[in-house]
């Protein structure tokens, strides 16, 4: 059964830092390019961060220099650190696994950034 447990959201102001992980297990974690999505209410689920297997990585532009994706295929998990948060980075954010033709979502994990 695969599993991507997200953790590490919360409230923080704008300006602050927060450190989101993602644990997986059921997986090849090492085969599988790992991502970051986030989604609002009532609006469509938006790329925040991916990174290939072998660590390339992509950032959406509202995030650039911002947040850093980082993964550790020895402990199966995917980071994603956020820096100088801003209000409009409050969302639930998701955990992704995926390789052609088959994909994996956690639950969510919401981030608050108060002004």
């Known amino acids: 059964q695969v599993q991507l447990v997200e953790s590490g959201g919360g409230l923080a102001q704008a300006g602050g830092s927060l450190r989101l992980s993602c644990a997986a297990s059921?997986?090849?974690?090492?085969?599988?390019?790992m991502g970051w999505y986030r989604q609002a209410p009532e609006k469509q689920r938006e790329l925040v961060a991916t990174?290939?297997?072998?660590?390339?990585?992509n950032y959406a532009d509202s995030v650039k220099g911002r947040f850093t994706i980082s993964r550790d295929n020895a402990k199966n998990t995917v980071y994603l650190q956020m820096n100088s948060l801003k209000p409009e980075d409050t969302d639930v954010y998701y955990c992704?696994?995926?390789?052609?033709?088959?994909?994996?979502w956690g639950q969510g994990t919401q981030v608050t950034v108060s002004s």
């Open positions: 992704n696994a995926h390789r052609p033709n088959i994909a994996y």
């Open positions: 990174i290939a297997t072998d660590s390339s990585t």
């Open positions: 059921g997986i090849i974690f090492s085969i599988n390019t």
